[in-house]
């Protein structure tokens, strides 16, 4: 079974732009989350979708979006990036939505803004 | 947000000691799941504990979850190189339904040959 897979591996952008990442979760996995891993701040909770919708959400501004599709693939979506949008950004795949799923992450996103 | 703290935040250890990280939080815990991020990785899954007091073991590393819930550790016994990385600790929550995992602030590893 293929693992959680993450595209791009890298992407450097400036401020003001926008960037699309997506994931792929493990298949017959429904759930997908995202995190923001910083060195700073550790790993931060962005989102959590479930059967195209979203059910969770952190502490992190509007510029911040994603979605999920009916093949439960998901992108995450940031605007009008800011130089402390740079981080790596991890995608996490679980098969149901329960108490004790445990996460299965990609290899993630290393965002870069210039 | 809440998040749950760890202590330390570093460790450097000589090979064949021993290392213990905490996970302490100022509520109950739902439950307590354990990852590890080697250097240039992506988390992974090492286990789970739900049980108030439970204990768990896999080869040199031993997971405890506190009697009142807020507090778990890691031990691992007689380190080795392979041991290297960030270890977190990550708790589940029901949020609406759905479970919502926040990951503790981590302990980074280094293992001295």
């Known amino acids: 079974k293929a693992g959680v897979t993450q595209t791009p591996r890298y992407l450097i952008k400036t401020r003001g732009q926008q960037v699309t990442l997506s994931c792929s979760p493990i298949?017959?996995?429904?759930?997908v989350s995202w995190y923001q891993q910083t060195p700073g701040q550790g790993l931060q909770f962005l989102f959590e979708?479930?059967?195209?919708?979203?059910?969770n959400k952190g502490n992190f501004p509007g510029r911040f979006s994603g979605r999920q599709f009916s093949n439960s693939r998901s992108e995450m979506n940031v605007s009008t990036l800011e130089l402390g949008d740079s981080a790596l950004y991890l995608c996490?795949?679980?098969?149901?939505?329960?108490?004790?799923?445990?996460?299965?992450f990609g290899s993630g996103t290393q965002l870069s803004v210039l | 947000g809440q998040q749950v703290m760890q202590i330390p935040q570093y460790q450097h250890v000589q090979e064949g000691e021993d290392f213990t990280t905490y996970c302490n939080s100022s509520t109950t815990l739902s439950n307590i799941q354990w990852y590890k991020q080697r250097p240039g990785g992506h988390p992974v899954f090492l286990i789970q504990l739900v049980k108030s007091g439970e204990v768990k073991k896999q080869k040199r590393l031993t997971f405890q979850f506190g009697e009142a819930k807020k507090n778990s550790s890691l031990h691992i016994t007689a380190t080795q190189t392979t041991d290297v990385g960030t270890y977190f600790c990550?708790?589940?929550?029901?949020?609406?339904?759905?479970?919502?995992?926040?990951f503790g602030t981590g302990t980074k590893l280094q293992v001295i040959p």
């Open positions: 298949s017959g996995h429904r759930s």
């Open positions: 979708y479930f059967s195209e919708t979203q059910r």
């Open positions: 996490a795949s679980s098969h149901g939505r329960g108490l004790n799923e445990k996460l299965f």
């Open positions: 990550a708790e589940g929550r029901d949020s609406g339904g759905y479970q919502k995992v926040t």
